[in-house]
């Protein structure tokens, strides 16, 4: 059964940091790309970062030079690291494993982000 726990959330400052952690099971984790979204209250999920299987990136333009996306094979877990975070990066974050227009896996938890002072 193919699984997603997502950890690392909290309540942060802005201009802080977040590093988020996704533990992947199920499936061959190498074998497929990664994305996180993120979805605020009262808005619609949305992508914020993909890497693929030979660890090429795509970023949400919102979050370019502020996040990064990372995968260990190794842990079948992939990382986001939140930099500079604002108060619209308030939102509760999901990872999956996008196959076009839908998904490997059904939802997680998410794990909630909020930034403020």
């Known amino acids: 059964q193919v699984r997603f726990v997502e950890s690392g959330g909290g309540l942060v400052q802005p201009g802080g940091s977040l590093r988020l952690s996704c533990a992947a099971s199920?499936?061959?984790?190498?074998?497929?790309?990664m994305s996180w979204y993120r979805q605020a209250p009262g808005k619609e999920r949305e992508l914020v970062a993909f890497i693929s299987t030979v660890g090429g990136t795509i970023y949400a333009d919102s979050v370019k030079g502020r996040f990064t996306i990372s995968r260990d094979n190794a842990k079948n877990t992939a990382y986001l690291q939140m930099n500079s975070l604002k108060p619209e990066d308030t939102a509760v974050y999901y990872c999956n494993a996008p196959l076009g227009a839908d998904y490997l896996g059904s939802w997680g938890q998410g794990t909630q982000v909020t930034v403020s002072s």
């Open positions: 199920g499936f061959t984790f190498r074998n497929y790309g």
